[in-house]
């Protein structure tokens, strides 16, 4: 099995955040610091991150997070800030599929399946991804349009999301809007580029998962039927 597989499938990061350990020197195998990506680990292979064994997992385990506030969607934060993977409680490690902002709060899927957490985050697989948002201020529908049709955030021109204005009060206004990329901060930026800063975010959605009555920083295991729908959806 290629090291980065081997460290995804122990929960400890996904493949591409396991390629970076091993270009920064974290990974050794048998006492040896690893210099290639490419290394096939044998059977017998001592794998070691940040000094840590790691072994993978005998069983794959997929949750669905709802997210709170004041949480690091990462396996390690080096200013010591809560991290997603706390909120877990599983003796199998599990990281994060895909990124929320740390004040984002809602749907996060946590799993050891590093296959199926590479082919969901592969840019070619636009999920639908559905966010409750609170702007500020009162966004008029042809702002809203402005967003529906595509906005520069700053170098790049997102692809057409649907808008629907829900209700505002007189500071601020409660959208959903339904975007399929996943650029750093994306919703923040769109809102920025149309004056409104985002003031509360929330996944709801994600393809046909949603975040339902999940309380606030509860988990719950995916169904078979979730799991097995996931990965039609990247087959
Ligand atoms: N868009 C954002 O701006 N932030 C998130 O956390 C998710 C999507």
Redesign the pocket.
Known sequence: MRINQYIASAGVTSRRKADELIAEGRVKVNGKKLTSPGYHVEEGDVVEVDGARVEPAARKVYYLLNKPAGYV?STADKQGRPLVTELVPDSVRVFPVG???Y??T?LLIMTNDGDLANALMHPSKEFD?R?LVRAQGIVTRAEAARLEQGIDIGGFVTSPAEVSLLKHDRNSTLAEIV?HE??????????DAIGHP?LE?C?TGLGDLTIGKLAIGQCRKLSPAEVEGLKRAVR
């Not at 750093?184 to 769109?190: G, P």
Request: no cysteine; hydrophobic share 30%; aromatic share 8%.
């Open positions: 969607t990124r929320l902002d004040n984002t809602g991804k966010y975007i996943g650029k750093n901060r994306q919703v923040r930026r769109m809102f985002v975010l996944r």
